[in-house]
């Protein structure tokens, strides 16, 4: 199974703060890549698939890049309603497997 | 508008079985993949289980392979986990999700249930 890391496993951040997640894969997964949200009780929701492609409802300040192994998402202002743990995910091959989680909590 | 209920989840002692279910609203069921993803206390999303839109083709993580058995009823709009032999770690809250890809397996997962508790203790 192909194995997902993440970068940071926690991190504090302020209010309007410039935000990047690290994801690698342990081998090329090309761009089928996908970034989840998760709050506590609540469904998980889709925010990036195919590395870059923004989902539906999903506010603009979201935004994917990388391919290979190697991949990025980005919140460029953060929002109080942003704190949650966001999870990379390949669908390049079964399983779908997840990375750990970032913890992104208020500073 | 797309909504998948979780339910069936509960506490159950160890060797027990317990089924989960999905009631799928808002699309048209028969055309999608759809999936189990769990998450354990203080863990991570976890691929569980996954089936094809028409019912035919299943796949299981090793982890849960020869107990679990994932399941749809299309005049229903319902996906199914039969779960058996359960054990401490398999403990966890379910979530079905909704695949994104209209008549085949994306495995991205664009709709997602509230998640149902199973515990399995003694």
């Known amino acids: 199974d192909i194995q997902m890391t993440q970068s940071p496993s926690s991190m504090s951040a302020s209010v309007g703060d410039r935000v990047i997640i690290a994801c690698r894969a342990s081998?090329?997964?090309?761009?089928?890549l996908n970034w989840y949200q998760h709050k506590p009780g609540k469904a998980p929701k889709l925010l990036i698939f195919?590395?870059?492609s923004l989902y539906s409802g999903v506010p603009s300040r979201f935004s994917g890049s990388g391919s290979g192994t190697d991949f990025t998402l980005t919140i460029s202002s953060l929002q109080p309603e942003d704190f949650a743990t966001y999870y990379c995910q390949q669908s390049y091959s079964a399983p779908g497997t997840f990375g750990q989680g970032t913890k992104l909590e208020i500073k | 508008e797309v909504q998948l209920l979780d339910s069936g989840g509960g506490l159950v002692q160890p060797g027990g079985s317990l089924r989960l279910s999905c009631a799928a609203f808002?699309?048209?069921?028969?055309?999608?993949?759809m999936t189990w993803v769990r998450q354990a206390p203080g863990k991570g999303l976890e691929w569980v289980s996954s089936i094809s839109g028409d019912g035919g083709t299943t796949y299981y993580a090793d982890s849960v392979k020869g107990r679990f058995t994932i399941s749809r009823d299309k005049s229903k709009n319902t996906l199914h986990l039969q779960m058996n032999s359960l054990r401490a770690e398999d403990t966890a809250v379910y979530y079905c999700a909704k695949d994104l890809g209209w008549g085949g397996a994306t495995r991205i997962w664009d709709r997602w249930g509230q998640g149902t508790l199973v515990t399995v203790s003694s």
């Open positions: 195919a590395a870059s």
């Open positions: 081998q090329t997964v090309s761009t089928f």
């Open positions: 808002g699309f048209t069921f028969s055309s999608y993949a």
